[in-house]
């Protein structure tokens, strides 16, 4: 909780103060009563959730895409004004945040179940193995599967080889990330 709050527990938000000493408090509670464990299976949902707020939060009025945002540190801004780019990072942003929001859903739900919550279906072995494995699996699948769909979606264009756009992810990391926690209302692409 902890790191999808950092920028507001910066700011100072009363809010993100109270949602981090609750969420602590839940720890301890759950710690307390021998169901430390429960913490661990919460953690993909949580990541989810929390990765999930902030590819929505960046679709806000006045906001540039996350997407767009890490199109414009890995390949420059001029990238963007190329046909249909801006839209499609808007686009595949949105994807994402569907994605990590369902995944996040369905993450709480195993967990809750664990504790007897929700469907006992649910806590069967198979979807333990999903909370844990799965669910890296289907945010992999996306980004293959994305990387592929660009090439042909925008095949007007040019595009890095893969090993060349890993790396540039790589080298760009600490931009990448300031970028996605920074919070500063710009111009929309």
């Known amino acids: 909780a902890g790191g999808a709050l950092a920028p507001a527990l910066c700011r100072g938000a009363r809010r993100a103060w109270w949602a981090f000493a609750a969420t602590a ?9 021998g169901m430390g464990w429960l913490l661990v299976d919460a953690v993909p949902a949580l990541i989810n959730g929390a990765l999930c707020l902030l590819f929505a939060r960046s679709l ?32 595949l942003t949105a994807c994402w945040a569907l994605v990590l929001g369902a995944q996040a859903a369905l993450l709480g739900a195993i967990a809750l179940a664990q504790v007897g ?9 198979a979807w333990r193995a999903y909370l844990h494995v799965g669910s890296g699996v289907v945010v992999g699948a996306l980004l293959a599967g994305e990387y592929g769909y660009r ?13 060349t756009f890993l790396v540039a992810i790589v080298r760009q990391w600490p931009a990448l990330l300031r970028s996605a926690l920074d919070d500063t209302p710009r111009d929309a692409p």
Do not use: D, S
């Open 25 to 33: 408090l839940a720890a301890v509670a759950a710690a307390w009563h």
């Open 151 to 163: 090439r042909w979606h925008l095949r007007g264009l040019a595009h890095p080889a893969l090993a």
């Open 60 to 91: 806000r009025r006045g906001r540039a895409p996350l997407i767009a945002r890490f199109i414009a540190i890995l390949e420059g801004p001029q990238r963007l004004a190329e046909p249909r780019v801006a839209t499609y990072a808007r686009g």
């Open 117 to 125: 919550i929700g469907p006992a279906a649910l806590g069967a072995a």
